[in-house]
């Protein structure tokens, strides 16, 4: 069984920054994929970025230049870096976790959301 445990949110004015953190354990062979998505009120869940196991990234456009996600070397925890965050990043950030198990089963498992909300 994999827990991913998120924590890192808050309210933060505009301009401000956040660092959000993703701590995955359990029965964890290997670890592939690990990524950040988001869901505003209303709206659907968006990728905002994710890493791979071989490092390769990828950001949505809206946030390149601002917001930077980094591993450890086991990539057993993400953290995701957000700086110059503006009203519109406002939203639930759930941590998205895929990979293998002990037993050598894929996984793919969500964290429980952690709230970012951004005062203008």
């Known amino acids: 069984q994999v827990q991913l445990v998120e924590s890192g949110g808050g309210l933060v004015q505009a301009g401000g920054s956040l660092r959000l953190s993703c701590a995955a354990s359990g029965s964890i062979f290997r670890i592939t994929f690990m990524g950040w998505y988001r869901q505003a009120l209303g709206k659907q869940r968006e990728l905002v970025v994710a890493i791979t196991s071989g490092g390769l990234t990828n950001y949505t456009d809206s946030v390149k230049g601002r917001f930077t996600i980094s591993r450890d070397s086991a990539m057993n925890t993400v953290y995701l870096q957000m700086n110059s965050l503006k009203p519109e990043d406002t939203a639930v950030y759930y941590c998205?976790?895929?990979?293998?198990?002990?037993?050598?089963?894929?996984?793919?498992?969500w964290g429980q959301g952690t709230q970012v909300t951004v005062s203008s």
């Open positions: 998205n976790c895929q990979g293998l198990t002990g037993t050598g089963l894929p996984f793919n498992h």
